[in-house]
């Protein structure tokens, strides 16, 4: 039946149709909605935060049982990128690094390093001829730690550690307690592990315990909480890292070569729905999907973490199209365009 139902959604999507999404009348039903959807998407267990301003206003923990909090670890996958990109732009902001700057100038070897630049890994636009095309790519994004490691004689991990983690004081950030960059961190490895979700996936029949990946670079690996990236999110809003123009930078869309809007700006993915500028990204690896949503003009930021694959897999979020998501769209109809209030 899933396989049936990721068949219709493609059909749709070839046929230009986005499926419609009313908005809920409260939040007990906006939660019993997304609900629903952990159920029939198959997702283990769910983190969910909304954050208004700079407050986290309403949090929500779906499966799981009481072993899930907002303050639960869980892996980020890709949105590891967003923090990544700031910690490149803030280098941007102090001189040390152009996003004009060749490649080539910090050691990454790649075919036509030369003309690659540094923003074009930042906004997936390094493929074919680079700065014309959008291609999403976690590989070349990971390229990132040679301009952080020359710039900084840092790891990205001791960068991200000093930049960010320890500034906004998250105790619930950190890389993959199985990479030997969890040491960075300085935390308790053990305690660590024991308020990190457990990974699964779906076997067609029910979950199955499910091993992480152990990788971490600037393309993915780090985990956190629901609460620790909400917070990281409102301090994006607050200016706390980047100078304004630098942070609108990183949200504006990559122009192609035909000048037409790419999906990505520097770090992050762009999108228009219904009018509503919307900055977002999403992260998808073995038994580990996430989602993080802001809607800059009503300071709403929407952090979704889940310990399997069902919140990102069925849907091609990779080629820029966040209204496929129904968690999105759940979000997105519900606060941004009927703005039901928040507590």
């Known amino acids: 039946m899933r396989a049936i139902g990721y068949w219709a959604l493609s059909v749709a999507l070839a046929a230009g149709c986005r499926p419609v999404t ?21 997702v283990h267990s769910l983190s969910v935060v909304i954050a208004r301003e700079q407050t986290i206003a309403w949090s929500r923990t779906l499966g799981g049982g009481a072993a899930i909090a907002d303050t639960t670890v869980f892996h ?8 990544a990109a700031t910690v490149i732009l803030q280098l ?27 923003r074009h890994l930042l906004s997936h636009t ?10 999403y790519d976690g590989n070349r994004f990971s390229l990132l730690d040679s301009v952080i490691r020359r710039s900084t004689g840092q790891s990205f991990a001791n960068a991200l550690q000093e930049r960010i983690i320890v ?11 199985h990479s030997p960059a969890f040491a960075a961190s300085g935390l308790d490895r053990d305690a660590y592990l024991a308020n990190l979700a457990n990974g699964y996936r779906w076997s067609g029949t029910g979950f199955l315990p499910t091993a992480y ?27 706390a890292f980047l100078a304004p123009a630098t942070r609108e930078l990183a949200y504006t869309a990559a122009r192609g070569a ?34 993080v949503i802001k809607v ?21 979020l990779g080629a820029g199209r966040l209204d496929t998501s129904p968690w999105a769209r759940e979000f997105l109809e519900t606060f941004a365009i009927a703005r039901l209030p928040l507590p």
């Not at 990946?213 to 200016?239: P, Q």
Request: hydrophobic share 40%; proline share 8%; charged share 15%.
């Open 92 to 118: 941007v902001d102090e001189g040390s690094v152009s996003l004009d700057d060749p490649v080539s100038m910090y050691g990454i070897a790649m075919p036509n390093a030369g003309s690659v630049l540094v």
């Open 213 to 239: 990946e152990t990788v971490f670079n600037s393309a993915a690996g780090l985990t956190a909480s629901a609460r620790d990236y909400a917070a990281f999110s409102m301090a994006m809003d607050r200016d």
């Open 296 to 316: 800059p003009s009503q300071g709403l930021t929407f952090v979704l973490l889940a310990n399997s694959d069902g919140l990102s897999a069925p849907y091609p």
């Open 258 to 291: 035909s000048g037409a809007a790419l999906p990505y700006g520097l770090g992050w993915f762009v999108s228009d729905y219904k009018g509503v500028r919307v900055i977002w990204h999403y992260g998808l690896w073995t038994a580990s999907s996430s989602l």
């Open 126 to 135: 390094s493929a074919g001829v680079p700065g014309s095309s959008f291609a």
């Open 76 to 83: 980020l996958a890709s949105l590891t990128k967003p923090l």
């Open 167 to 177: 500034p906004l004081g998250l105790r619930h950030t950190a890389p993959s307690p």
């Open 22 to 42: 009313e908005p809920a009348r409260s939040l007990d039903e906006f939660q019993s909605r997304l609900e629903r959807l952990r159920i029939d998407g198959r």
